[in-house]
């Protein structure tokens, strides 16, 4: 009965096939990640909510990508470093445990579309319309965008899931690093035709609604800037955006390598090892490109910095 109890609500995830040899190094160079990810994003976030002078919309939007950050971060890299140090026989998940997981990766990745559709918005209305810029982006408005951005995933997500666990389970084996919707409904024998159209559908609506909102959003602001004659705002401006659609082409490739992955079985080492490296990889460039390129955010980091130096030098 115990036993039967057992393999019913526990499941083994197969995890990343790392050599003794290699997972040590694996394991401090994710740690590494995970601590820069963390003190990075939290302290931006202190900054910003500290700095009276700092509460703008686009650096209160810019808050929400920092959470985010951190939810991904958290959600898969303490898992998987506690996995690479045990026996690929004892990687063992509870299936409650693992439905969480699913649904916070799922809501993670759902929401850095959502917030920078939001943050893409906010910089339309400050370049297309500056004279109406304090009207529009209201506190008011700056909590709507972000309800919006949160409350649309989560119901999307929440079908999505909802969709997976009332399927019964044959396997009880994650082919992955962590728990996804897709290794999940795998573990199951019944039609997963409902499982598919949705899916297929909830990634349409959301690649299409990201892509072509932010498309259209940027194309616009590329010709208000290059029918103005203001050289340095352009310059701002164009600098602003780029920025953006570097982050949003990265976290599209990342999204596109994962899920292509995952029809091709022959290829599910690559898979895994490509999806900690997004896990990974997105929140950190995040942090770097938009918490150094953001002016007002540098200028308070140096001079935290500069009087932390002047208060060790008198000190000494």
């Known amino acids: 009965m115990d036993n039967q109890t057992f393999s019913e609500h526990v499941l083994l995830l197969e995890g990343l096939k790392v050599g003794p040899q290699s997972s040590f190094p694996a394991f401090i160079t994710l740690l590494i990640c995970y601590i820069f990810i963390v003190v990075s994003d939290v302290g931006l976030l202190v900054l910003i909510f500290r700095d009276r002078s700092l509460h703008q919309p686009m650096h209160l939007l810019f808050c929400n990508m920092s959470i985010n950050d951190v939810l991904g971060a958290t959600t898969v890299i303490p898992r998987v470093l506690r996995d690479i140090l045990k026996a690929s026989t004892d990687r063992y998940i509870n299936y409650i445990e693992c ?188 942090v770097i490109i938009y918490g150094l390129q953001i002016k007002a955010v540098r200028q308070k980091i140096s001079t935290m910095f500069s009087k932390n130096k002047m208060a060790l030098t008198n000190v000494k």
């Not at 579309?113 to 500056?130: E, W």
């Not at 010709?223 to 976290?251: E, P």
């Not at 390598?257 to 900690?276: E, G, N, T, W, Y």
Request: glycine share 2%.
């Open 99 to 286: 439905v969480i997981q699913a649904f916070c990766i799922h809501l993670y990745a759902s929401t850095s579309h959502t917030v920078l559709m939001v943050m893409a918005f906010d910089r339309y209305v400050a370049i297309c319309n500056p004279l109406h810029y304090a009207t529009i982006m209201t506190n008011r408005m700056v909590l709507k965008l972000t309800v919006f951005a949160w409350g649309v995933t989560l119901v999307m997500v929440g079908i999505l899931l909802g969709l997976t666990i009332r399927l019964s389970r044959c396997r009880r084996t994650i082919l992955h690093p962590f728990c996804d919707n897709a290794s999940l409904f795998k573990l199951s024998c019944q039609s997963l035709l409902i499982n598919h159209i949705y899916g297929l559908s909830y990634t349409v609506v959301l690649l299409a609604s990201s892509i072509g909102s932010i498309t259209l959003t940027y194309l616009k602001i590329t010709t208000v800037c290059l029918s103005s004659k203001n050289r340095v705002l352009n310059n701002r401006a164009l600098q602003t955006c780029t920025t953006q659609v570097a982050v949003y082409m990265i976290l599209l490739v990342s999204c596109f390598i994962v899920v292509i992955m995952h029809r091709f079985p022959q290829l599910s080492d690559h898979r895994k090892v490509a999806a900690v490296i997004a896990q990974v990889s997105l929140p950190a460039l995040n």
